[in-house]
């Protein structure tokens, strides 16, 4: 079995609560692996899931000194084991609320390279019609509430979302991204008390990658146990191995079951690293080199691809496989998003209020 | 601004605002910087960088994300004797700490009956400009200006990011220091102040017979580029930076809008209930008889600014907006 370390598990001191009330439907999560998927048919998927984000982001990377994207471009790059571990366990009838470090968990979620592509662009195809950005990715119709630029902003919305769906009698689940750093905020903590209290469906993936923008872990945090703290509030809550997709879907599929079955919120704490800088605007002063090439020797992909061929699965051609496919996808992207138009000025104030043009 | 060609040393906005506030911590041990990377990172614009080296992490203080609580711990210790410059990143995070800002900071002078002042200076970055999108790009200055009880500044030149702050900490109340994005490379001659900088004068940064062109912060170097082009048309138009945004320097606008008898306002907050509404309520309340033509304001338009370069353009005041808007005023 490939996970790393389930770590603590400190289940919540407080009463336990009564099982959730009027859910219409009880959807059976997935079994591990998903019925139905052989495992080497699983691993393929997962390993492609992470391509994926690592060439898109490679190649936004070459795009940025181009001046094709601009902004504030933050790469998710290392990280991608997590946003593909727990959307694994996701259905489409959950929701996700992610950060400015997004295209990850945009891509897997399921939005397409091209749409993610366009959006970087500013152009009217993009999944947020160019007026997001890299950092304000959504997608209404998958349920991806997208991208908050405001460390921790996320969180009480996606308590709501959480509250909604149980107040509606459905049976889904809301997931939130958030950063080591967003720990910090007051609104992280609001919600988790919130979410505790009122039992709401809601998963809290807390990526800890040992620093918010130049300041590590140790120096924005008196007690960096993030788990524990959240076990405190009277939740579920394990740390695990972030570098690490299988068992991060393990996690996060223990989480969500522990979720439908009602038991309230679930916390995650997903020890991973982000391989580049902060932004585009990071000169990364502030880390050992070492440090970073240690965290590289873990790159999840490559994790995975080893333990694929140490049990024997052909990796080498699959892998050549997966390239092709992910190259013509973000070539394919590339291209439709240089040809596609931008939205002429006269729409500027579009989108400012539902009912009205404008004001 | 600063000559080119020659071998004048030239200072940058970042550089003099860093400057300002070396020299605040050498001259009095009650100061110090906090923020988030203000030490280590060196500031997320780098206006504090090499600070955490001469200074050392007591009075170069590194805080985790959470704005309300070391603004409030910040005003907590001013209250008690300190002379803190706490740094949020951009105005749109200051949003997090608005409540210690507007319930603590500017109402216990009054609440305590006079017995609490805060000598605190809150800076933070302003402005879009940079295809930043709706939650990094907003111009909230004008907000926090309509708060009685603080004082807020825009400096918009490198003599004002330099000198600016060392009156800001004299001052016995709390003074927001906003600082436009833009204008951090913005690079020139610093030349020693001629007279002592004060707090509470609008500056004539361009003088001019035709028209008033009124604005601050980053607005300033859109309106000097529009006034240049005026000029090149026939039309003398004056500049004038507002520099401290409250209390605003009404004598200065009616003596300017007085020699013009024109006035356009420039800002880059949303037009409606901004500082430009309230300029121009003032001017029609001052100088109404002075008027040869309505006041024109340029400001944002009525959207959260939006990522897409053609987009955030035409949704900012540009040179071409003031050149356009000051000939509907003078035609
Ligand atoms: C409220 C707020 N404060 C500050 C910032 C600036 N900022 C953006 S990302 C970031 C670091 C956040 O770190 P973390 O939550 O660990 O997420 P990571 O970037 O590591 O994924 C900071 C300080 C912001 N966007 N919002
Ligand atoms: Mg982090």
Known sequence: MSLARPARTRQATAAPKPAQKSARSSRAPRAVPPAGRPAARHRADLLEA????????????ELYSAAKIRGFVHLYIGEEAVAVGVNEVLTPEDAVVSTYREHGHALARGITAEAVMAEMYGKTTGCSGGRGGSMHLFDASRRFYGGSAIVAGGLPLAAGLALAGRMRGQNHVTCCFFGDGAFAEGEFHETANLAALWNLPLLLACENN???????????????????????YGMPAWAVDGMDAEAVEQAARRAVEGIRAGTGPHFLELRTYRFRAHSMYDPDRYRDKAEVEQWKARDPINRLTDRMREDGQPVDEELEQIERRITEEIDHAVEAAEKAPEEPAENLLRHVTSARQGG | MGASGTAEPKTTYREAMREAIREALRSDDRVFLMGEDVGRYGGCFGVSFGLLEE?????????????????????????AGMRPIVEIMTVNFSLLALDQILNNAATLLHMSGGQLPVPIVIRMTTGAGRQLAAQHSHSLEGWYAHIPGIRV?????????????????????????????SLYG???ELRPPTRPVDLDHAAIRRPGT??????????LPKALAAADELAAEGVDAEVIDLRTLRPLDDAAVAASVARTHRAVLVDEAWRTGSLA???????AERSFYELDAPVERVCSAEVPIPYARRLEEAALPQSADIVAAAHRAVD
């Open chain 1, 50 to 61: 992470m391509l994926r984000i690592r060439r898109f982001e490679e190649r936004c990377v």
């Open chain 1, 210 to 232: 040992l620093y918010a923008m130049g300041t590590a872990l140790a120096r924005e945090h008196a007690q960096a146990d993030l788990a524990m703290r959240a076990a405190s």
């Open chain 2, 55 to 79: 200074f050392g992490p007591e009075r170069v203080r590194d805080t985790p994300l959470s704005e309300s609580a070391f603004v409030g711990a910040g005003i907590g210790a001013a209250l």
């Open chain 2, 153 to 181: 500044l825009a400096p918009a030149t490198i003599e004002d990011a330099r000198h600016m702050l060392a009156p800001a900490l004299a001052d016995p109340d709390p003074v927001l220091i906003f600082e436009h994005g």
């Open chain 2, 186 to 188: 913005l690079a020139g």
């Open chain 2, 210 to 219: 035709d028209i008033s062109l009124i604005t601050y912060g980053g607005s």
């Open chain 2, 277 to 283: 509404a309230e300029v121009s309520a003032r001017i």
